[in-house]
């Protein structure tokens, strides 16, 4: 199966203040983490949703295992 794509204006959107669906980006991938209780509100302690978080992400006392929980749902052009 082919990902949709979806660019960094679009994202934005997702940022969990309008729409119920919080997506984040991470290397390319786009995720939806509506789901997790630690992204309530679209904020995950300094991060917010919405947005390509791989810089941010470098800094996090977690690893990407963070991910496994998500399916990717998009591909960020």
């Keep these: 199966m082919t990902l949709p794509e979806i660019s960094k204006s ?33 904020k995950h302690y300094e991060h917010w949703a919405g947005q390509d978080l791989t810089e941010e992400l470098k800094d996090a006392p977690h690893a990407e295992w963070v991910f496994v929980r998500f399916d990717p749902i998009a591909v960020l052009k």
């Design 10 to 42: 679009q994202l934005a959107m997702f940022n969990g203040s309008d729409k119920p669906e919080i997506y984040i980006a991470y290397k390319g991938l786009v995720y939806d983490v509506s789901a997790s209780r630690l992204w309530k509100n679209g």
